[in-house]
């Protein structure tokens, strides 16, 4: 478990928004991604990160990234 | 014929506007509608017996009043009381798109939901159980593929049967735990007369919609309802997620119930995938980036040039066959010299430029429909931040190099009011089209042989004033930080050449309607004062335009152009910056004229200061009566007096320093 911007790319489940994104998590929320979601990491930081949901990529800055926490998705937790 | 009301409406990258130019073609105009002062694209299509006329909105995902668009999109579709709103929807993404759609049904408005962009979908291994989609919603549903036209005319015809049958909207979300709450709210709303239905009002006040409290803040039953809301909050705390969460539950099962999945064929991800890798990283995309606008540029100038000398050369003819047809039927003086001297000379040195602002648009909006733009906001971003400025500034920057006034526009899709503010004050330095034909003629005589590079460099110092009095403005009025950047990229594909056509041809008959009004008009006061009095030479210096610049001109000295016609151009800039050179026009007789007049009166040092004056020191009354719109009259004000100052400074510093060389 670990924040998005330090994570490698792959499947991820979101566990949780930090706080200090309070204001932004809404935002997400408008482009459908939730917490509870399975996301895909399509490129990695550094730089700004993308992923994909629902055949959607979304595009978010570093400060963004850190506040999400994922889970990676291994083969045991499906 | 009868006539009914369309709106058309989606999220950001559905294809929204290539479904809108295949329905209505070239019965378009960009409009303002009444109310709020807002561009609103406007067009018109026949099919059967009715006239349809089509209103497009501004994309967006939700209906709440989080930015500007969504509060502008809101406040059309409840006063407009459409026949029919067509729901754009990305096929490949139904379950957010969906979202859209089910606040609009809240809203209770008679929908067609567009699934477009099917082929993408098809490519991602999805097909679309259409059927049982229209019985899930309870509205009629159509596929298409706007890019290759297809089903446009079912679309025509799915929007002609649902505005001759309206329907009830019959799907509703069960916001299970919340329905109590919901119904609580109702009962306290009463009876409430507003634009809105009563679950819409009840459900976005629970969201605490901002729009929506100020609203009932002027009804008398805002006590009542600010109490049943507080204890809603008591007992149900995160009520406002979970209300999100339901209604993406629901579009989440109606998307997988409809959706059948097959096998893949990535292709098109894969390529985006690939080249997301260099158009967003730090260095190579940087270095893209750059790349981009430095060509976009060049190929503005070496694509336009041929068809502007050809324009040139149109115009001299026009103006010595109508010289000598005058002279052979004996009219007076005067005549001749108002239409040749003024109106062809001056209205025609600006005209000569619309090749290049055809190329221009064409170009950009080559960029935007490639899906580039939104990776330029990411490529930007952190440079943007280290300013005070938000990632998402980059793109009404990028569109004030082709018009400031709907680039501040732009400025909507930016949620705080400290980074509308900045984007607003920073866009005026991004050099507009109306510019360049400045930078044309100056680098035409000035600098033949390295007019691109000229060219670049002047974009660059405005960029870079742009940038610079956003960060000075931002640490004297604003402390807060930017929001963090979150942006849908779309997929990459090729531009569409008819959006592309459609988009230069809409600016450049705005270009031609801007020569054919507020040019003219400018044009024609400018031959009267430089013709009168009677007893001055044509626009000599003891005419009365000569004796206005002269005085103006002693300020202009320091900058190494103080003659009386240079004042007098900038003054006149102001107008409308093409007018800057249609000054000269009408004041040195033409084209032929300006080149010797300019030659004689500038140095390339003191030409590039002017260019450099022209560009920072003022933005046209169109672009200051916009930002008075869009930030309110004291922004207005200090945009004006910053940078006529600073492009002053600017000038000057930069002929002084380089005058010692």
């Not at chain 2, 705005?510 to 009267?528: D, M, N, P, S």
């Amino acid at each position: 478990m670990g924040p998005l911007v330090k994570s490698s790319p792959g499947k991820y489940k979101i566990v949780q928004i930090t706080t200090a994104c309070q204001a932004a998590k809404k935002r997400l929320m408008m482009l459908g991604v939730l917490v509870g979601d399975e996301i895909e990491l399509i490129k990695p930081s550094p730089g700004p990160v993308i992923i994909e949901k629902g055949g959607t990529r979304i595009g978010l800055g570093q400060g963004m990234a850190s506040c999400i926490i994922v889970n990676k998705i291994t083969k045991e937790t499906k | 014929m009868k006539e009914k009301t369309v709106i058309l409406t989606g999220n950001p990258n559905t294809g929204k506007t290539t479904i809108f130019n295949a329905l209505t073609g070239l019965h378009q105009k960009t409009g303002n509608w009444p109310g709020v002062t807002v561009e609103i694209k406007e067009g018109s299509f026949v099919y059967q017996d009715t006239k349809f006329k089509m209103l497009d909105l501004p994309g967006t995902y939700s209906l709440t009043s989080f930015t500007e668009d969504e509060k502008i999109a809101r406040d059309i579709l409840v006063k407009e009381k459409a026949d029919v709103v067509v729901v754009v929807a990305d096929a490949s993404n139904l379950e957010r798109n969906l979202y859209l759609v089910m606040l609009l049904l809240e809203l209770e408005q008679n929908v067609v939901l567009d699934l477009n962009m099917y082929d993408v979908a098809r490519d991602k291994g999805l097909a679309i159980d259409v059927n049982h989609l229209e019985t899930i919603l309870g509205t009629k549903c159509v596929i298409t593929i706007g890019s290759k036209r297809t089903g446009i005319e079912a679309l025509k015809q799915a929007i002609y049967d649902a505005s001759e049958d309206k329907k009830e909207v019959i799907t509703k979300i069960n916001y299970g735990e919340a329905e109590e709450q919901i119904s609580l709210v109702e009962k306290a709303l009463g009876d409430i007369s507003s634009p809105y239905p009563i679950r819409f009002l009840a459900i976005r006040l629970l969201e605490q919609d901002a729009d929506i409290k100020a609203f009932i803040k002027t009804t008398p039953v805002y006590q009542n309802i600010k109490e049943v809301i507080d204890a809603v909050y008591n007992c149900f705390p995160d009520i406002e997620t979970y209300l999100i969460e339901k209604r993406y539950g629901f579009t989440h099962g109606v998307s997988e119930e409809c959706t059948k999945r097959m096998d893949i064929l990535e292709n098109r991800i894969k390529l985006t995938d690939k080249l997301d890798r260099f158009f967003i990283h730090p260095f190579y995309g940087t270095l893209s980036f750059l790349f981009f606008i430095w060509a976009t540029f060049n190929i503005v100038f070496n694509w336009g040039s041929p068809f502007t000398h050809l324009l040139e050369k149109l115009f001299a003819f026009a103006a010595k066959n109508i010289t000598s047809l005058l002279h052979s039927i004996d009219s007076p003086e005067w005549i001749a010299s108002l239409l040749t001297d003024g109106i062809i000379g001056g209205v025609g040195s600006v005209l000569i430029f619309l090749p290049n602002i055809f190329i221009l648009f064409f170009v950009f909006a080559a960029l935007e429909d490639s899906g580039y733009i939104a990776r330029a906001a990411f490529v930007t971003d952190r440079l943007m931040h280290k300013i005070g400025l938000h990632g998402k500034s980059a793109i009404p920057m990028i569109l004030g190099f082709g018009c400031n006034v709907p680039a501040i526009m732009a400025t909507r899709t930016l949620e705080t009011k400290k980074d509308r503010v900045l984007t607003i004050l920073a866009t005026p330095f991004m050099s507009c089209s109306a510019r360049l034909p400045v930078y044309l003629l100056f680098t035409g005589i000035f600098f033949q042989h390295n007019r691109g590079s000229i060219l670049f460099s002047l974009y660059l110092i405005g960029t870079f004033t742009g940038l610079l009095t956003a960060k000075l403005f931002k640490s004297v009025f604003f402390k807060e930080e930017s929001p963090p950047i979150i942006m849908e990229l779309p997929l990459f594909h090729a531009p569409d050449i008819r959006n592309m056509l459609i988009s230069a041809w809409e600016r450049s008959y705005l270009f031609i309607r801007k020569a054919g009004g507020i040019i003219f008009f400018g044009v024609i006061i400018i031959w009267v004062l430089s013709y009168f009095p009677l007893s001055a030479t044509y626009a000599g210096e003891d005419s009365f335009i000569g004796i206005l610049g002269s005085k103006l001109a002693v300020l202009l000295k320091p900058a190494g152009f103080g003659y009386w016609q240079a004042a007098v151009a900038l003054l006149f800039g102001l107008v409308a910056k093409e007018l800057v050179v249609g000054t000269f026009g009408a004041v040195f007789g033409g084209e032929a004229g300006i080149t010797a007049a300019l030659s004689s009166l500038f140095t390339p040092l003191s030409a590039y200061a002017f260019m450099l004056m022209t560009l920072i020191y003022i933005p046209c009354i169109a672009t200051i009566a916009v930002i008075k719109q869009e930030a309110g009259i004291k922004w207005a004000i200090i945009a004006t007096i910053w940078s006529i100052f600073i492009g002053w400074v600017v000038a000057v510093l930069f002929y002084q320093g380089f005058k010692l060389y």
